[in-house]
């Protein structure tokens, strides 16, 4: 059992490396996107906010392994040619971005019309009445469920694999392959995701006390 | 008459005319048409739904209108966008929510909108908005969050967080109905205050005291429409129409 772990330490090591790193580029850019995705669906120009719904509807109920495939194999017939990394990203965020929209929005609609309405009417525009008024406000509110999202990222990141990226994901099959029992080496997985999550579950929990002291 | 506030000067300042506002198959500002001078006091009074919100709301365009025109400072509301939004910051507005930002220190509160919507320096609006609080009566709540303070403190700052835009006309929404009794009183002070000092100001209330007080002229609405317009005593003591007597008798009664 130990050894699954100990003979393949440098595999392990490196496919967790590329794990934490698609999760932190993906879910780096899914808050960005997701943000931006928010501020379309509560926007005033008709036009952002179909956009960003049809974004979002499309994303949300389309299994990732499809997003995965119309990325991996849509994108070369485009001539659009990245690494399997960095399509693994552009599968994930666009993906992942959907989800942190919708999260974003929760908050936003947490915030009190009156809040808009006070800012408009000392003269802010939209962009300034979202800045400076109800994103700061929506985005304390989104904090649990935008944790939630990221964590399901980390484990979603295990679909890569099965698009050539070479994650954690693929650990149980290589080792399979080299003759290890596929259970131990599933377990040992299983407890490399734990300890990947485990800092992300932590930090959903703080950042939620900390919202809940600055109301 | 022993008003004691400037005489208004005789130069509209905020024109309805024609406004017709629906929403959906509710008609609920009809034929709207009034005029308010420079310097003067204008109270709304009506019934609970006879459109008083509404009206308010209208004039700085937080609601568009279907028809008519208005016009703040001979200048006609423009659609939105960047200008829409100079013009509301010429048109301070009270709520009765207060809508106090609750992520922002008072004194941010007061600056955010010198600074952010007229450039100002942060330096410059800390001290302009300092002497705001200081008017309004809460100088040593500057440091503090909203949810810190009492109703009658968070509406004071409303005020003065209007006033820094150093606005043209003034707009109160019922400032006085989500407060309790005993906070009613530090609030109509501040708005008396500025009715003396010449600020033009649109107010739904149903304060007596205040309106006999402060205000020129006593606008009654009712069902979307402008019932009546009178003087606040003669308004008070001798309405024309039958509607004004009947709502008057009824919040006389308590
Ligand atoms: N956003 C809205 N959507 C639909 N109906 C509204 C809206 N705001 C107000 N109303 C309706 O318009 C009428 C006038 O409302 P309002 O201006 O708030 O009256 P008041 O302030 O005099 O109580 C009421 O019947 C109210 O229910
Ligand atoms: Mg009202």
């Known amino acids: 059992m130990l050894e699954t772990l100990t003979d393949n330490w440098d595999l392990f090591v490196e496919a967790f490396r590329t794990t934490v790193l698609l999760l932190i580029v993906s879910g780096a850019i899914s808050l960005v996107a997701g943000t931006l995705l928010g501020a379309m669906r509560v926007s005033p120009v008709p036009a952002l906010r179909t956009a960003g719904t049809a974004y979002v509807t499309l994303l949300r109920n389309t299994p990732l392994t499809f997003v995965f495939f119309f990325v991996a194999f849509g994108f070369p017939r485009l001539d659009i040619r990245f690494s399997y990394f960095a399509f693994a990203v552009v599968a994930l965020s666009a993906y992942t971005s959907a989800f942190v929209c919708e999260a974003v929005r929760s908050g936003i609609n947490t915030v009190h019309v009156g809040q808009a309405e006070a800012a408009r009417a000392i003269g802010m525009t939209f962009g300034q009445t979202l800045t400076q008024v109800v994103l700061p406000q929506a985005l304390r509110a989104a904090v649990p469920p935008v944790m939630s999202v990221i964590i399901a990222l980390a484990k979603n990141t295990t679909i890569a694999s099965g698009f050539g990226v070479m994650e954690a994901g693929a650990i149980g099959a290589t080792l399979n392959e080299r003759g290890y029992p596929a259970f131990d080496a599933m377990i040992w997985v299983a407890v490399g995701f734990v300890i990947v999550v485990l800092p992300l579950s932590l930090t959903q929990r703080r950042l939620e006390r900390a919202v809940v002291r600055s109301r | ?254």
Not at chain 2, 130 to 149: F, H, I, N, S, T
Not at chain 2, 175 to 198: F, I, K, Q, W, Y
Not at chain 2, 246 to 254: M, P, Q
């Open chain 2, 1 to 254: 008459m022993t008003t004691l506030q400037k005489a208004p000067t005789g130069e509209a300042l905020v024109t309805l005319r024609g406004v017709q506002k629906h929403f959906g198959a509710l008609h609920v500002l009809k034929d709207i048409e009034l005029t308010v001078q420079r310097g003067e006091v204008v109270v709304v009074i009506g019934p609970s739904g006879s459109g008083k919100s509404t009206l308010c709301r209208t004039i700085n365009r937080l609601e568009p209108i279907d028809e008519g025109a208005i016009e703040v400072d001979g200048q006609p509301l423009p659609q939105e966008g960047r200008e829409l939004a100079r013009l509301r910051s010429d048109v301070g507005m009270v709520f009765q929510s207060f809508n106090l930002f609750p992520h922002k220190t008072v004194l941010q509160n007061v600056t955010l909108g010198p600074v952010k919507v007229r450039r100002r320096k942060a330096e410059e609006a800390e001290r302009r908005g300092r002497e705001l609080l200081a008017r309004v009566g809460v100088a040593d709540q500057a440091e503090k969050y909203p949810a810190q303070l009492s109703g009658g403190q968070q509406q004071r700052v409303a005020i003065a967080r209007a006033l820094a835009m150093e606005p043209k006309v003034m707009l109160f929404d019922e400032p006085t109905s989500a407060l309790d009794p005993e906070m009613v009183n530090e609030v109509l002070d501040v708005m008396t205050s500025l009715a003396r000092e010449g600020m033009t100001m649109i107010v739904v209330t149903h304060e007596m005291g205040f309106a006999r007080r402060a205000a020129n002229r006593v606008v009654f609405m009712d069902a979307g429409r402008i019932v009546e317009e009178a003087p606040p005593e003669q308004f008070f003591t001798s309405p024309r129409s039958d509607r004004a007597r009947d709502f008057l008798s009824k919040i006389l009664t308590h």
